[in-house]
């Protein structure tokens, strides 16, 4: 009988995914590539039957981590895009607060869905853990609050879950500093996000806004950077249209008045 693929409104599908160029700095390049060529369907079925049959944990566990806004969350989603995989995602903000008082049957659930939608869709699913800093932090000091404690139990069920997990799963973090060691051997990829290079900064510029040419996207690039190091903030949006229409200079009608 030919598998009969059932359409779930919590999952994220390749088809709902708006497709994006992201370009990498060479570091994140290199630690990327070994996960982009795991994630075609026959290679990430071939893989897992290998490391099954040498009894090893078959799950892809990746850590994408660094500064806010580098593209960590729609790096998921564009390899979801390109290999046609779902997304269960799990926004850990908007969840915690939910977590009080059946944490362990809540975290469990979330990992039972999950082996449920591997059963249910033709490929295996992505689970994304998003802005996961609040579950993979440091441990706090059991008693010290009930927030702590609340944590800490989750943490410990999560540890659980990674120790055996058989699918795909990736978690976002802001704060890598603040990493429990526990984590570290639990993800088998761990990804470090810097900001764009000078020269990235460039293309992303001029693939939002095809009109500048390649010295002036070079320009703005080069002038947002350092806004942020002496200002100690990103440019906000005026600031940024200050930088293009600076660049454009030349092609404003000239002032007359007076000649």
Not at 2 to 20: G, N
Not at 27 to 37: A, S, Y
Not at 168 to 192: G, M, P
């Amino acid at each position: 009988l030919e598998f009969v693929e059932k359409k779930d409104k919590r999952l994220i599908y390749h088809d709902q995914i708006q497709k994006r160029n992201l370009f990498y700095n060479s570091g994140e390049e290199l630690q990327l590539e070994p996960i982009k060529k795991s994630f075609s369907n026959t290679a990430f079925t071939i893989l897992q039957s290998r490391l099954k049959s040498k009894n090893m944990s078959a799950g892809i566990t990746v850590l994408l981590y660094g500064s806010p806004g580098t593209g960590k969350t729609e790096t998921v989603y564009q390899l979801a895009k390109k290999h046609n995989r779902p997304i269960f995602k799990v926004e850990i903000s908007e969840t915690k607060s939910m977590w009080f008082g059946e944490i362990q049957k809540l975290v469990k659930k979330i990992f039972t869905d999950y082996y449920n939608f591997k059963k249910t869709q033709k490929i295996c699913p992505i689970l994304l853990f998003n802005e996961s800093d609040a579950i993979i932090g440091k441990r706090k000091s059991a008693g010290s609050s009930s927030v702590s404690d609340t944590e800490n139990a989750i943490q410990n069920v999560l540890l659980e879950e990674l120790e055996n997990f058989d699918g795909i799963l990736f978690a976002t973090s802001n704060l890598v500093a603040n990493l429990d060691s526990a984590f570290e051997h639990r993800f088998l990829f761990k990804v470090k996000y810097e900001n764009p290079s000078t020269e990235n900064a460039a293309k992303i510029w001029r693939s939002k806004l095809p009109i500048l040419s390649e010295n002036e996207v070079e320009n703005i690039a080069r002038k947002s950077i350092m806004d942020e190091i002496i200002f100690g903030t990103k440019p906000n949006f005026e600031r940024i249209l200050s930088f293009c229409e600076n660049e454009k200079w030349n092609s404003k009608p000239k002032n007359t008045i007076g000649f």
